[in-house]
């Protein structure tokens, strides 16, 4: 129906107008909760200490930049093998270094010199070399000139160094003498090089006097290396000063420069950022003495050299002079061994003055300079090569103990003038001296083990823990006891990977194989994550004191031994074991390890050994790898298969179950019996792979040795089983009739006459036939063998 136009116009209206809107609901105001700020325990954290030589205690340790360290480490003197007493001072430096490198995090800058321009360089190249040219090449044979030359470099050395040999005939008295010195340990106390003196001598003498006999086999090899000891002074006084080749001074320095390095490598010491040697630094040196004669401590000689000034140097009031060992400042034995054996020091003003620059003589290398031809002295070359690097001031100066004077006190002092600072080190870290049995090594006395040698005897990983063990500022004796705990520890510890790396591929292969396996923790669990935890904060402690890796290392066996008792427990049916702890001691431990410089692998849970190293980093493939234990396995499974087939006696397939345990030995497996029958696999380190090698050969040369033995019985059996069967074929009626015995015999084969042709007795017959009756016996039972 249409609506009317109004009504239309009215509707349409209404539907136009706008309706009220209602006005908004109020939304309740949102506010963050309350954060609860925790509790900062900082100040309850150990402060890094540091033992500082300049204060004789542990100083908190505090860095010129933060976050850096810059670091000045005394090198090698090289010419010569490096020896324990390096070992001792490199690696433990090494273990400081990484210790603040890797766990306190900091960026360090380690400057490491080699001193290849020295007294004793020079004086050891010139007589190599002359001792090459004289002799080496001038003799092939043992001759009769050779042996001459020989008794005068003797008679001269004897003379020089062994004053006390008083008697005529060195030829005759000496070897007798030297087997009956008196009071030899006091004497060794009062002159420390006579026994390096004696036993040269001894050496020499034992190769002249002996070579000419019939009966010597002495080479010429041998000859001359034993009389180079006392031919080498003999020749250097002689011709010493005509040696003038620089190539000479350069080529002994650079060999022994790589011998180092190589010892180094092997002792996994981490190479310095930054290697000087003074041979490059000459022009530097020569500026740095200048200026320090400008600072007017330093004045020079009528004959071109230079001294620092100790005495106007000491009455400044803005330095000090011996701040390391400032009661050592007056003794002249060091004074004197610092300066070098090739130094006069004629005319420098006072006893305790040093050498900044020597003028060069015949027979020594030598640089132009504003005071002459001449060489740097010992001492500077520090200070110039490390102010180069770290400037006016650096964080840390370290090397062995035996340096503080007067050789790194020189160097304060110098560096000080030059600077005209107060202080050019904040942090002095000396090394402790090292002692082989309770005798102290020198490379002068020639009293020392050498890195390679070493080796031979222990591995690197054994004589870093020997040093890792130890305080690395104490004095450490080199022992039978220390190495039967450093073994014990190295037993442990690698005993702990080798257990859990089985126990984690156990637990892996039950998983791949679809085995449920709990996550859930138990109070066992819980227990070994708070002793992982305690560990952990004894080895922060320890490491903020002194860098204590013996206590760190100490500690890390305590939580072994209770990750053991853990182990065992669940071995035993008391708790099902949980790997993810077991892992995270593991993974924490070979983190600290990998901290104090022992090789080691988080993904092999473990040392890192040389079988690693070889097969870990190689490009072979899968098959490669695999093949040796696939065909271990194929070899298994067809002598079962083939036992299976046949329905050979069980112990057959026993046999081929210990067979395979053995092959997988050879293979670095191992696979322990349990006793829910499912035995767990080990895969062993090289030393624990040779160790089980070394039993089951034992083992089974003591079986060998039980069968031969048997073989043996069994064989004298059969013998004594033949002969038996001989005998019993005998007819009783015949075993009598030997001419050579009888002349006539009755009727039963008795005899009746002897071979004289008297009659038998009559107990001789009585005896005769009681044999008889025995031999029928056998004969009979003979007849039923051979009837049968």
């Avoid at 086999?217 to 080498?232: F, P, R």
């Avoid at 002793?531 to 760190?552: M, R």
Wanted: glycine content about 4%; some cysteine; overall charge negative.
């Amino acid at each position: 129906m249409k609506l009317p136009n109004c009504i239309n116009r009215i509707h349409k209206r209404l539907l136009t107008m706008s309706t009220p809107t209602p006005p908004p609901l109020k939304k309740p105001s949102v506010q963050q909760p309350q954060w609860i700020k925790p509790h900062d325990k900082s100040n309850q954290k150990p402060t890094l200490k540091i033992y500082n030589s300049l204060t004789r205690s542990k100083n908190d340790f505090i860095t010129i930049k933060p976050g850096h360290i810059t670091w000045y480490c005394c090198g090698p003197t090289v010419y010569d093998h490096s020896h324990m007493g390096h070992a001792r001072n490199y690696v433990s430096t090494d273990i400081c270094r990484r210790i603040l490198q890797d766990y306190f995090g900091y960026n360090i800058n380690f400057i490491q010199n080699v001193t290849d321009i020295d007294d004793k360089i020079i004086i050891a190249a010139r007589q190599q070399y002359l001792f090459e040219q004289k002799i080496i090449n001038q003799y092939h044979e043992i001759n009769q000139s050779l042996i001459n030359q020989s008794k005068q470099f003797l008679k001269v050395y004897i003379n020089k160094n062994l004053p006390q040999f008083n008697h005529d005939n060195i030829e005759t008295d000496f070897i007798n003498w030297s087997q009956s010195i008196p009071n030899l340990s006091d004497l060794s106390k009062e002159i420390p090089k006579f026994p390096m003196y004696l036993k040269a001598a001894t050496v020499a003498h034992q190769a002249i006097y002996n070579s000419s006999s019939s009966s010597s086999s002495l080479t010429i090899e041998t000859y001359l290396s034993n009389i180079q000891d006392v031919a080498k002074p003999y020749l250097d006084k002689e011709f010493g000063s005509t040696v003038n080749d620089p190539s000479i001074f350069r080529k002994l320095p650079s060999f022994w420069e790589n011998k180092f390095n190589q010892d180094m490598d092997k002792l996994n010491v981490l190479p310095p950022s930054i290697t000087t040697r003074v041979s490059e630094y000459i022009p530097d040196i020569i500026a740095f003495v200048d200026k320090i004669i400008s600072n007017g401590f330093a004045y020079k000689t009528q004959d071109g050299s230079v001294y620092f000034d100790t005495i106007k140097f000491e009455n400044d009031s803005n330095h000090d002079y011996a701040k390391l060992q400032p009661w050592n400042k007056g003794d002249l034995s060091l004074i004197n061994d610092g300066e070098g054996s090739l130094t006069t020091g004629e005319s420098k003003k006072s006893p305790a003055d040093f050498a900044l620059w020597k003028a060069s003589k015949p027979g020594e290398p030598s640089w132009s300079s504003q005071w002459g031809e001449g060489r740097p002295g010992w001492h500077i070359e520090c200070s110039v090569m490390a102010s180069d690097i770290t400037g006016e001031v650096m964080d840390i100066h370290s090397g062995g103990i035996d340096l503080c004077f007067p050789h790194h006190d020189n160097e304060l002092a110098q560096s000080e003038a030059y600077f005209d600072n107060k202080q050019w080190v904040n942090y002095f870290m000396h090394n402790g001296h090292l002692h082989i049995q309770g005798q102290k090594m020198s490379k002068s006395l020639k009293n020392f083990i050498t890195i390679e040698e070493a080796l031979q005897d222990y591995t690197s990983r054994q004589l870093r823990l020997v040093f890792a063990l130890s305080s690395w500022d104490k004095p450490l004796d080199f022992k039978d006891s220390l190495i039967s705990e450093v073994k014990s520890v190295e037993s442990t510890i690698s005993k702990f990977f080798t257990t859990v790396r089985a126990l984690n591929n156990d637990y892996k292969h039950t998983v791949v194989e679809g085995g449920y396996i709990s996550k859930k923790v138990g109070p066992q669990e819980k227990q070994l994550y708070d002793d992982l935890a305690f560990t952990q904060t004894e080895v922060d402690i320890a490491f903020n004191d002194n860098l204590a890796s013996g206590q760190a290392l100490r500690s890390i066996q305590d939580l072994i031994g209770k990750s053991n008792g853990y182990i065992q427990q669940a071995s035993s049916g008391a708790f099902e074991l949980r790997i993810e702890v077991l892992l995270q001691v593991t993974n924490w431990i070979v983190k600290i390890l990998n901290i104090l410089g022992f090789e080691t692998r988080r993904d092999k849970l473990g040392w890192l050994d040389d079988s690693d190293n070889q097969a870990g980093d190689s490009e072979g493939s899968a098959e490669d790898i695999a093949l040796p234990y696939v065909k271990a396995l194929s070899k298994f499974r067809d002598i079962v298969r083939n036992a299976a087939i046949s329905k050979s006696d069980p112990n057959e397939i026993l046999k081929a179950c210990d067979e395979i345990r053995s092959d997988l030995v050879n293979l670095g497996v191992s696979l322990d019996d349990r006793p829910n029958g499912v035995a767990l696999v080990k895969f062993l380190n090289a030393q624990e792979k040779e160790d089980l090698i070394q039993q089951q050969d034992a083992k089974l040369k003591a079986a060998e040795e039980k069968e031969a033995k048997k073989r043996e019985q069994a064989v004298a059996n059969a013998k004594k089983e033949q002969e038996k069967l001989e005998k019993m074929k005998v007819n009783p009626l015949d075993m009598f009739k030997d001419v050579t015995l009888y002349t006539e015999w009755d009727e039963t084969g008795l005899p009746t006459k002897d071979i004289n042709g008297e009659e038998v007795t009559k107990s001789m017959k009585k005896k005769l036939t009681k044999q008889q009756q025995q031999q029928e016996k056998l004969y009979q039972e003979y007849l039923k063998l051979t009837s049968a």
